[in-house]
């Protein structure tokens, strides 16, 4: 009877109470009545856990988001290198050299001299080999004849889509 007042199914097996289906009784967060908890432990069934759940963090004066609690050593490193990051953009952008900046600026200044070293008669270590290119690309070509004689064969040629460069991948060079 206690069964059938709490709208469960039972029948009697070898001489034992038997619930027929499933039967959700609580869910988190509601209260547990009378019945339930009585029926709970005429069934030998401890579900409960008790807890707090945070909602503000308080320190000092000042209340945080429990989120605060959730922060690791890789998203300090993420946040200080969006820092550093920062700092270089803008250092390199208004020409103050820092720290950060100063490799930046190298492989930039770097840029320019080779751009000069490819219109002008001048020449350096690192510019040899672009003027070298520059007089005669047919010398760089070696690969490309055994890359281009396997698509004439089978057919049209694919053209190769040119590489976008990005001034962060290899700081420029």
Partial sequence: SFFQALNIPTKITKGTIEIIQDVNLIKEGDRVGMSDATLLNMLNISPFTYGLVVLQVY???????????????????????????????????????????????????????????????????????????LKDPSKFAAAAPAAAAAPAAGGKAKEPEPEEESEDDDMGM
């Fill in 59 to 133: 320190d000092s004066g000042t209340c945080f988001d429990p989120m605060i609690l959730d922060i690791t050593d890789d998203d300090l490193k993420a946040r200080f290198m969006m820092g550093v990051r920062n700092v270089a953009a803008l250092s390199l952008k208004i020409g103050y050299p820092t720290i950060a900046s100063a490799p930046h600026s190298m492989v930039n200044g770097l840029k320019n001299c080779m751009a000069i070293a490819a219109v002008t008669d001048i020449t350096f270590k690192e510019a040899e080999k672009m003027k070298e290119y």
